[in-house]
């Protein structure tokens, strides 16, 4: 690590510690040719796949983005800022955890509506009619009849 102080690349560390539940370390570092103490961060950097858009456009994975959306279909529903904000590290997670460079928007948007669907079912047909570009009412029914078949079945 290079210092800051006088640019010499040959430092010491003389103290590590975790920090942030062991996601980052913490080291203390001091400059042998300068004498001066400083302080680095070590953290996993997360590469998250690039997103491919229908038109065949790429762009970065923008979690606001998801955000937007799920607050959109949340907006006076039930459910607590934790469970959103957990779900929202969930899916970026399951994102980042698929190992792929690209992902395409009908991905995400799928993992979205997997997620709203365990999170709160008015949500997800609320997502569902905007991301599936519903434009007749026959749509909402069957996709309100899909969701209370799959509430009703036994679970195994």
């Known amino acids: 690590m290079k210092c800051p102080f006088c640019s010499n690349t ?3 560390v003389i103290d590590s ?3 942030d539940e062991g996601n980052v370390i913490r080291r203390r570092r001091r400059c042998p040719d300068c004498e001066k103490r400083f302080t680095t961060f070590e953290r996993v950097e997360k590469v998250m796949p690039v997103v491919v858009k229908r038109d065949g456009r790429r762009t970065e994975f923008d979690l606001s983005k998801v955000e ?3 607050n ?3 907006r006076k529903r039930p459910v607590s800022t934790e469970a959103r904000d957990k779900a929202l590290i969930d899916i970026q997670d399951a994102l980042f ?3 792929e460079k690209e992902v395409s ?3 995400v948007g799928e993992l979205v509506m997997e997620t709203l669907k365990e999170l709160d079912q008015v949500a997800y047909v609320r997502f569902a009619s905007v991301y599936q570009s519903f434009e007749h009412i026959d749509e ?3 996709a309100i009849g899909e969701m209370q078949k799959k509430s009703t079945a036994p679970k195994q």
């Open 97 to 99: 955890n698929l190992g």
């Open 140 to 142: 909402f029914v069957k």
């Open 68 to 70: 937007a959306s799920m």
């Open 10 to 12: 040959d430092t010491q």
């Open 105 to 107: 928007t009908d991905a």
């Open 72 to 74: 959109m279909a949340l």
């Open 17 to 19: 510690r975790w920090q």
